[in-house]
């Protein structure tokens, strides 16, 4: 036998109230975001680091920023803002733009975070010097090359031991020496325990030979301990006009320099 509820009509009207509630606030909450000031954006997706957005214009739609890198005494602008719109061909993601990148840099949304895909990015090798000031000595001449794989913003932090980022210092020059060409020289960024970066340098067919490790953190900041010397198949002449750039780096030690930069 039914049994009449008399309160099931009250019911229905009640969940009938609340979903219409839902469909009407629904739009308005996704208009609110996509007209999120840019600054809010920004900051959202902002990691510590040396490399800083700024002066953020728009909203999470369209918009730029301004870019800077280097610590705070030393922070130097990169030339041009880095510009997005939001677009939907193939699922809604973020499209950033800037002339230094080698093209387009797709952000798309996952169950994770934000998906980064692989991009590389060329900047002028003088803006090393923004990074400590014992490097902002040598005046860094040449270009570097930034190039990084899929990359996740989001929960978690990648497996131990992941390449983050691979920079290359190519063509390289210093003001405080006229031996050309100083060759190239490569930094792999990897992820490391405890939310650091870890640091790995190295030279690549150069007459000055570098080689160093250390840590990045929120915390602690910079931390790179290395080595410098002259390749033994340079001439005795370019290890003469290398002289001031080792005593800029550090303390002379065996038959190299040791550098500390922190």
Request: hydrophobic share 45%.
């Amino acid at each position: 036998m039914l049994i009449d509820d008399p309160h099931a009509g009250r019911r229905r009207r009640r969940y009938a109230h609340v979903s219409w509630m839902i469909l009407a606030v629904l739009p308005v909450g996704l208009c609110a975001l996509l007209v999120m000031p840019a600054s809010w954006l920004v900051a959202a997706l902002s990691i510590p680091g040396p490399l800083l957005a700024v002066e953020a214009k728009g909203s999470l739609w369209s918009g730029s920023a301004a870019l800077a890198i280097g610590r705070a005494e030393l922070r130097r602008p990169i030339d041009e803002p880095l510009r997005w719109e939001l677009r939907f061909t193939g699922g809604p993601r973020l499209v950033a733009t800037h002339p230094a990148l080698a093209g387009e840099l797709d952000l798309a949304l996952s169950w994770r975070g934000l998906r980064a895909a692989p991009q590389s990015l060329r900047l002028p090798a003088g803006l090393l010097g923004a990074v400590h000031p014992k490097v902002n000595l040598l005046m860094p001449e040449g270009e570097l090359l930034l190039s990084w794989p899929e990359t996740v913003i989001g929960l978690g932090s990648p497996r131990q031991g992941t390449e983050l980022a691979d920079l290359r210092w190519n063509s390289a020059g210093s003001w405080l020496t006229p031996v050309r060409p100083m060759g190239a020289y490569r930094v792999v960024l990897s992820q490391g325990s405890a939310g650091q970066v870890e640091i790995g340098l190295s030279s690549l067919g150069s007459p000055v030979l570098l080689q160093g490790k250390g840590s990045y953190s929120a915390d602690q900041g910079l931390r790179l301990d290395g080595t410098a010397r002259a390749d033994p198949a340079t001439t005795r002449e370019a290890r003469v006009e290398l002289r001031t750039l080792f005593e800029v780096l550090g303390a002379s030690a065996a038959n190299h320099y040791r550098f500390s930069l922190q």
